[in-house]
């Protein structure tokens, strides 16, 4: 099957700024991860990575629910194949699995901005990105428990932003958590208000687009490589970055700048 920009379920604007946003645009259904949202995010992913016009990405969602998860009926029905299912359900956790893995390892940052429901994978996606906030009716879950289905795949997410105990705390429970616990856990940044949510996430955007987009990149993948290294690896491998990151015209003109007091110009390489 091939697939190509549905617009209808996801909304897709790059301002002059340079900021893209995703919007998950399917509110009866939730904003499910279905095959065909999931493969919309990996096409706009993909085109964002080697776009140099784009520099931050948000995603968010129109409607109550920022996204329930994958697509249950989708699923349901697949076990009406002579597998019962199994080749549709690997294929379908292999392309979101690509996914999550594509907002970590795409060189733009890319920000959560979340005015609705988050569970399942959609709670995976909130975890995924690089940073995170909320309105004041926002909540998260890793509900799979209650229908006899870990969350086995949002848990990887889960489990490298939050601690141990509450990652296991929202995968073996499946409760809802407030925006306010899910700051205090580490789940998201910061919790605003309804009415200024979109601003204030657009604000964080626009800061981060005026920074050297060679640096962020650099700085992003090394953050994301380095985390499961020994203390002494890690160490090894970010002076190594830092050495090669000085080296690059952008750190050259950002120090001038800052010494001369001036604002830098950057050439993004």
């Not at 990996?42 to 085109?47: A, C, G, K, R, V």
């Not at 060189?107 to 988050?118: C, D, L, R």
């Not at 789940?187 to 800061?207: G, R």
């Not at 050259?252 to 700048?257: S, V, Y």
Request: with cysteine; charged share 25%.
């Amino acid at each position: 099957m091939s697939f190509k920009r549905n617009n209808s379920i996801l909304k897709n604007t790059l301002s002059k700024e340079g900021v893209m946003r995703l919007i998950l645009n399917n509110p009866n259904s939730h904003n499910v991860l279905s095959e065909v949202m999931m493969e919309n995010i990996q096409i706009s992913l993909d085109e964002a990575k080697n776009d140099n016009k784009t520099r931050v990405i948000i995603i968010s969602a129109e409607g109550p629910t920022f996204s329930a998860g994958h697509d249950l009926k989708e699923l349901k029905s697949a076990r009406q194949n002579s597998d019962k299912g199994k080749k549709y359900f690997k294929k379908i956790m292999q392309k979101c699995s690509k996914m999550m893995q594509s907002i970590v390892k795409n060189p733009k940052p890319i920000i959560a901005e979340v005015s609705g429901v988050a569970t399942a994978a959609g709670c995976q996606l909130v975890a995924s990105c690089d940073l995170a906030y909320a309105g004041p009716s926002a909540k998260f879950a890793t509900p799979g428990v209650n229908i006899g289905l870990f969350c086995s795949t949002p848990m990887v997410a889960l489990s490298r932003n939050i601690s141990n105990k509450h990652s296991m705390e929202m995968l073996l429970t499946g409760d809802l958590i407030s925006s306010d616990k899910a700051v205090k856990i580490g789940l998201i940044n910061e919790m605003v208000t309804e009415d200024v949510l979109q601003n204030f996430v657009l604000e964080k955007a626009l800061k981060i687009s005026k920074k050297s987009s060679m640096t962020l990149k650099i700085g992003k993948e090394a953050f994301y490589n380095q985390i499961d290294m020994t203390l002494s690896e890690a160490y090894d491998y970010a002076s190594n970055v830092m050495v090669e990151n000085m080296l690059r015209f952008d750190a050259d003109e950002g120090i001038d700048a800052f010494i001369t007091k001036r604002k830098p110009k950057w050439q993004d390489k």
